[in-house]
């Protein structure tokens, strides 16, 4: 198993930005495809980002592209979400997710689910 703890969100106007992390301890971090995913109150989760293993491919929910980045650092066993000119419509929890085994399109498509979620990070943009 692998526990994932995410940090990094708060408070921030609109057009700035923050970075999120998430830590991962248990099994080896470089055997999961690594998520994030969003939830605004009234919605329903949304998945943000992907990326694949050794951090080669990544895959964005199309209100992101161009403005937030995934990644990863295995030898520091941790994900972050580098998100830039953000939006009030941005503010939302959001979670970090691991998932063994099948490919980054495969959990992008919701063909495969996650297995393991952290807690969440909460990001409210001011407008």
């Known amino acids: 198993q692998v526990q994932l703890v995410e940090s990094g969100g708060g408070l921030v106007q609109a057009g700035g930005s923050l970075r999120l992390s998430c830590s991962a301890s248990?099994?080896?971090?470089?055997?999961?495809?690594m998520g994030w995913f969003r939830q605004a109150p009234g919605k329903e989760r949304q998945l943000v980002a992907v990326?694949?293993?050794?951090?080669?491919?990544?895959k964005y929910e199309d209100s992101v592209k161009g403005r937030f980045t995934i990644s990863r650092d295995n030898a520091k066993n941790t994900m972050y979400l580098q998100m830039n000119s953000l939006k009030p419509e941005d503010t939302a929890v959001y979670v970090c997710?691991?998932?063994?085994?099948?490919?980054?399109?495969?959990?992008?498509?919701?063909?495969?689910?996650?297995?393991?979620w952290g807690q969440g990070t909460q990001v409210t943009v001011s407008s």
């Open positions: 997710a691991a998932g063994s085994g099948g490919t980054t399109d495969d959990y992008y498509s919701k063909r495969r689910e996650f297995g393991y």
């Open positions: 990326v694949s293993k050794l951090g080669h491919t990544t």
């Open positions: 248990g099994r080896t971090f470089s055997d999961y495809i």
